[in-house]
């Protein structure tokens, strides 16, 4: 088998299938539904947004910590503007707000799991986790969900400005890039998660790619940096993938970089 057919054929592997994509949706629309009887007005809206929605997203069979996002707005318009409720003007610590998430959990959703993941409180049902994100919008329209980076102890004290789709454009109609996406990702999974998943998506989409998913391959084993704060281990375990990539790159023989993924 080419290397290019290998990686075409772990990447639709890698693909949520109709089964798993069914019960998903079935548990999107209930976390949905009892948000808005939960919250009632406090609540403007719910969507799904990240991986899931750009079809980057790999299968538990590839990834124990797979999960859906879930982005939890809260607040109305008055007047034109964007409020909080009660109608104030000042938004509340984030931490306000990941707790009423992690209390609907435990009082909707008694017999799974929950916990906080700065900065999302997780549901984890049989299937899937589902990442719920509080978040706010300004006066400017933008949105701010909980920043990790600002977190003290146990409470998060600062919001941060994020798009969260920022990443789907370049990604809705290249299907060659999002499967590049899935075979990093699983690559990532196998050494340990050496990058943060959505840094590393982040990463991909910012640089130029062409030809086949093996030429992307190749070309994502040669831009990929080994950074000087990684541990030692992390620096060999990326050297690994570049000397086996440059190898099959070669050779053609997909049994050079079976091992980086199973």
């Given at each position: ?12 592997r890698?693909?949520v ?6 019960k ?13 009887q939960?919250f ?6 719910v969507f ?6 750009r079809?980057?997203?790999?299968p538990?069979q ?5 999960d ?11 007047g ?7 109608r ?5 610590k984030?931490?306000?707000y990941?707790?009423k998430?992690?209390d609907?959990?435990?009082l909707r959703?008694p ?9 999302v ?17 300004d ?9 990790k ?14 798009n969260?789709?920022?990443l789907?454009?370049a990604?809705v109609?290249?299907?060659t890039?999002?499967?590049?996406v899935?075979?990093?990702?699983i ?19 910012q ?7 093996s ?11 080994i950074?000087?704060?990684l ?13 086996l ?11 050079c ?6």
């Open positions: 088998m080419s290397v290019n057919s290998y990686l075409n054929d772990l990447a639709v890698a693909i299938r109709d089964n798993e994509k069914n998903i949706q079935v548990s999107v629309k209930a976390i949905k539904e009892r948000l808005e939960h009632s007005s406090e609540v403007d809206k799904i947004f990240g991986s899931y929605k079809g980057t997203i790999i538990r590839f990834d124990d910590n797979s859906v996002d879930i982005m939890v707005i809260f607040g109305k318009i008055f034109g503007f964007y409020r909080l409720e009660p104030n003007n000042y938004p509340k984030p931490q306000t990941l707790q998430l992690r609907f959990i435990e959703y017999n799974s799991i929950c916990k906080q993941s700065f900065p409180v997780v549901l984890e049902l049989n299937h899937i986790k589902f990442d719920l994100v509080p978040a706010i919008i006066d400017f329209g933008d949105y701010k969900i909980p920043n980076q600002g977190w003290y102890q146990t409470q998060i004290l600062d919001w941060i400005t994020t969260p789709n920022d789907d454009g990604l109609n290249d299907q890039l999002r499967r590049l899935r075979v990093a990702k690559w990532n999974v196998k050494q340990g998660r050496i990058y943060d998943s959505y840094e590393l998506e982040k990463w991909i989409v640089k130029s790619f062409y030809g086949d998913l030429e992307h391959f190749y070309n994502f084993c040669n831009l990929l940096p950074n000087y704060d541990s030692q281990e992390k620096k060999n375990q990326i050297q690994r993938l570049k000397d990539a440059r190898k099959a790159k070669y050779s053609d023989d997909e049994s970089i079976r091992g980086l993924f199973e």
